[in-house]
């Protein structure tokens, strides 16, 4: 079973599981970095089913285990491998990452040079609150009902709960069941996207041979989904950029214009390489 028929496998059992699904989402995307690296999860996991432990949830949704303890996991760190995607990470000041951008769309051309698309999804809340919007149901009732509804728990049981806890919001569901009972179909669609706020993708051919496009305001982003728990570029073995405007770097700049003295970069016995001022140098000669 390779990584997509694991995950595909798994994506499908754990709706039965909805409590578990947080620990699932951190579960699978190490699960990738094993198959990154060359090795079957799946196969390691059929050699040593006798001694996996409860607390791990994809045996479980493949019926290796019983039941999942309550008790937190372990990971084992492994990094991405060169089978995987690449990512450059760079931190520029604000006004340096613009720059940068535009340096590689002139390197390498504007049509090979593209943002990152970033894609939410709908959760329960989520969902129940636009259609009710849509339908221009009064905003004080609709946020009443949707703030009370569990992200984790299904939408059935959220309406059992509702129903038994709740008469008041239970009758706000009955008046808009027609509307409401629509909710369940619209969890996890796409509902809107968004320019990833470092990621460029940069290609060697024109983005339109190699991967789907999208425009948000004005901007041309790649039409993969992309996130946490979906990774298509790295699976395509495109090179990702993350360049991010760091502010805090224009303060550390400010500071250095903003000493009257001579400064210097110095080495210390670490090897890390530090700006210091003439004063320091005095101090530390001083010292000797």
């Not at 709908?122 to 569990?150: C, H, P, W």
């Given at each position: 079973m390779n990584y997509r028929e694991l995950k595909r496998f798994c994506d499908e059992k754990i709706k039965s599981y909805p409590e578990l699904q947080k620990r699932y989402k951190?579960?699978?995307?190490?699960?990738?970095?094993?198959?990154d690296n060359d090795r079957n999860l799946y196969e390691e996991f059929i050699e040593k089913k006798e001694k996996i432990d409860k607390r791990y949830i994809i045996p479980f949704l493949l019926g290796l285990t019983e039941e999942v303890i309550d008790k937190n996991p372990e990971y084992i760190q492994v990094k991405p491998g060169a089978s995987g995607g690449i990512d450059i990470d760079s931190d520029f000041a604000p006004q340096a990452k613009e720059k940068v951008t535009e340096y590689l769309?002139?390197?390498?051309?504007?049509?090979?040079?593209?943002?990152?698309?970033?894609y939410s999804r709908m959760g329960i809340s989520?969902?129940?609150?636009?259609?009710?919007?849509?339908?221009k149901v009064d905003f004080k009732e609709s946020n009443a009902?949707?703030?009370?509804?569990?992200?984790?728990?299904?939408?059935?049981?959220?309406?059992?709960?509702?129903?038994?806890?709740?008469?008041?919001l239970y009758s706000f569901y009955l008046k808009h069941q027609k509307i409401l009972d629509i909710v369940p179909k619209l969890i996890n669609k796409v509902r809107q996207t968004g320019k990833h706020a470092g990621g460029v993708v940069v290609l060697d051919q024109p983005v339109y041979e190699l991967i789907p496009i999208e425009r948000v305001?004005?901007?041309?982003?790649?039409?993969?989904?992309?996130?946490?728990q979906h990774q298509v570029l790295d699976e395509l073995g495109v090179i990702k950029f993350d360049l991010l405007g760091i502010s805090i770097l224009d303060v550390v700049s400010n500071a250095v214009d903003s000493i009257d003295e001579k400064i210097y970069l110095i080495e210390d016995d670490d090897g890390i390489i530090k700006v210091v001022d003439e004063s320091y140098i005095n101090k530390e000669i001083e010292k000797l």
């Amino acid at each position: 079973m390779n990584y997509r028929e694991l995950k595909r496998f798994c994506d499908e059992k754990i709706k039965s599981y909805p409590e578990l699904q947080k620990r699932y989402k951190k579960e699978i995307i190490v699960a990738k970095r094993f198959y990154d690296n060359d090795r079957n999860l799946y196969e390691e996991f059929i050699e040593k089913k006798e001694k996996i432990d409860k607390r791990y949830i994809i045996p479980f949704l493949l019926g290796l285990t019983e039941e999942v303890i309550d008790k937190n996991p372990e990971y084992i760190q492994v990094k991405p491998g060169a089978s995987g995607g690449i990512d450059i990470d760079s931190d520029f000041a604000p006004q340096a990452k613009e720059k940068v951008t535009e340096y590689l769309k002139n390197k390498f051309g504007e049509d090979r040079v593209v943002s990152v698309g970033t894609y939410s999804r709908m959760g329960i809340s989520s969902a129940a609150k636009d259609l009710l919007r849509i339908y221009k149901v009064d905003f004080k009732e609709s946020n009443a009902f949707t703030s009370s509804l569990d992200s984790n728990a299904s939408w059935e049981d959220n309406i059992s709960k509702i129903k038994g806890e709740n008469p008041q919001l239970y009758s706000f569901y009955l008046k808009h069941q027609k509307i409401l009972d629509i909710v369940p179909k619209l969890i996890n669609k796409v509902r809107q996207t968004g320019k990833h706020a470092g990621g460029v993708v940069v290609l060697d051919q024109p983005v339109y041979e190699l991967i789907p496009i999208e425009r948000v305001t004005d901007v041309l982003v790649s039409a993969f989904p992309e996130s946490a728990q979906h990774q298509v570029l790295d699976e395509l073995g495109v090179i990702k950029f993350d360049l991010l405007g760091i502010s805090i770097l224009d303060v550390v700049s400010n500071a250095v214009d903003s000493i009257d003295e001579k400064i210097y970069l110095i080495e210390d016995d670490d090897g890390i390489i530090k700006v210091v001022d003439e004063s320091y140098i005095n101090k530390e000669i001083e010292k000797l």
